[in-house]
C-alpha cells in the first residue's frame, strides 16, 4: 500500500482502496486512465472522513457515479476519486415521498416508483445515470426535469459539514443547479412524487424506454448527449445539418442514429473524443453561427 492510501486508511477510512486503478471500465464511454487513488466509501461517514483528509493534505478529490455524462482523460486523474455508484444506493419510501441515495440508478428509481402508482420520474427510464448525477445536472428528457420534484437535497461539503437543502435554494436551471458550482458531494435526493394509476404510469415509463432504444445509439459505449440543447434548436439537428452524421476521428464516431452521440467503436481514446468535439464545434459555429455548449464533464 502506498503512503496515500495507507494515510486515509489510517485517518478512519473503512471503504476499499485501489491505487492506479483503471477508470474506463467505471465509464459509460469506456475511456479513460487510471486513479492515483480510488476509493469506495461504505458509508456517508466514509465520505467525510475522506473529505477532511484531502482538505488537511490538499489532495484534489472526485465524485464518480455511474460515469455517464463525464471524458476522463487517457492520461487519468491525480489525487483522489470517490467511486459511490454502489454505496449511496439506499432507497426508502414514505407514501408518495422517496428519499433515492445519489448511487442509485435513476431508471431503476423510475422503475420502482412506477410500480408503486407514482408518477413524475418516468423520464428517468431514459436516462443511465446515478441520482447524485441527475441532481447535479438537473437531469431531464425535454420538458421534464429532474429538480421540479425534489424537496430537497442531502449534501457534505468540502469542510465534510453536512446539511439539508431544500428546493428553492437548489438553484435548479436548464442541465444546472447550485451543486455544479459549489464543492462537495451530493449524498441523497428527497422527492414527492404524484400517486397515479399504475398501468398508465408504467405505460409512460416503457415509452420512454422504447424512445431511447429506438433513436440513440445504446449498442455502442457513449457519455449521453455531448452538447446541450442550444436555445431554440437541436444540437443533433445541427450536427446533422452540417453532414456531420458519421464523422470520425480514430474509434470515435458521430452516430448514424442520433448525432448528439459520439460514440465509441471500440479502443476509443479522450484524445479522438475531443479531437472529434472540436471539429463538431467548428463545423457547426461556422455553417450556422451556433457556439456549441459541451454537456459532459472532462477530468
Do not use: N
Given at each position: 500500500m502506498s503512503e496515500l492510501a495507507r494515510s486515509l486508511a489510517d485517518a478512519g477510512f473503512a471503504g476499499a482502496l485501489?491505487?492506479?486503478?483503471?477508470?474506463?471500465?467505471?465509464?459509460?464511454?469506456?475511456?479513460?486512465?487510471?486513479?492515483?487513488?480510488?476509493?469506495?466509501?461504505?458509508?456517508?461517514?466514509?465520505l467525510v472522513v475522506a473529505l477532511g483528509w484531502a482538505a488537511g493534505r490538499r489532495i484534489p478529490w472526485r465524485v464518480l457515479g455511474n460515469g455517464s455524462n463525464l471524458l476522463i482523460r487517457?492520461?487519468?486523474?491525480?489525487?483522489?476519486?470517490?467511486?459511490?455508484?454502489k454505496t449511496l444506493d439506499e432507497v426508502t419510501w414514505n407514501g408518495p415521498e422517496v428519499t433515492a441515495g445519489a448511487g442509485a440508478l435513476f431508471p431503476a428509481l423510475a422503475n420502482q416508483a412506477a410500480r408503486r402508482g407514482l408518477a413524475g420520474i418516468e423520464f428517468g427510464a431514459g436516462i443511465p445515470g446515478t441520482i447524485g448525477g441527475a441532481v447535479v445536472m438537473n437531469a431531464g428528457w425535454h420538458e421534464f426535469e429532474i429538480g421540479n420534484h425534489i424537496t430537497a437535497v442531502d449534501f457534505v461539503g468540502a469542510d465534510g459539514t453536512r446539511r439539508r437543502i431544500p428546493h428553492d435554494d437548489c438553484d435548479f436551471a436548464y442541465r444546472d443547479s447550485r451543486f455544479h458550482r459549489e464543492k462537495g458531494i451530493?449524498?441523497?435526493?428527497?422527492?414527492?412524487?404524484?400517486?397515479?394509476?399504475?398501468?398508465?404510469?408504467?405505460?409512460r415509463l416503457d415509452g420512454f424506454a422504447s424512445s431511447r432504444k429506438e433513436n440513440q445509439p445504446t449498442e455502442l459505449p457513449s457519455c449521453g448527449s455531448v452538447?446541450?440543447?442550444?436555445?431554440?434548436?437541436?444540437?443533433?439537428?445541427?450536427?446533422?445539418?452540417?453532414?456531420l452524421k458519421g464523422t470520425r476521428e480514430g474509434a470515435i464516431e458521430v452516430s448514424d442514429k442520433h448525432a448528439n452521440f459520439f460514440v465509441n467503436t471500440g479502443g476509443g481514446t479522450a484524445a479522438q473524443v475531443l479531437a472529434l468535439v472540436e471539429r463538431v464545434e467548428r463545423e457547426v459555429e461556422e455553417r450556422f453561427g451556433v457556439a456549441l455548449t459541451r454537456e459532459f464533464e472532462l477530468w
Open positions: 485501489r491505487e492506479e486503478c483503471p477508470l474506463a471500465p467505471f465509464t459509460t464511454w469506456k475511456i479513460g486512465g487510471p486513479a492515483e487513488l480510488l476509493a469506495e466509501p461504505v458509508s456517508p461517514e466514509d487517457d492520461q487519468g486523474v491525480r489525487g483522489l476519486v470517490l467511486r459511490i455508484r451530493v449524498l441523497a435526493a428527497r422527492l414527492k412524487l404524484t400517486p397515479g394509476d399504475a398501468g398508465e404510469i408504467q405505460a452538447f446541450i440543447q442550444p436555445p431554440g434548436d437541436y444540437a443533433g439537428r445541427l450536427i446533422d445539418a452540417a453532414g
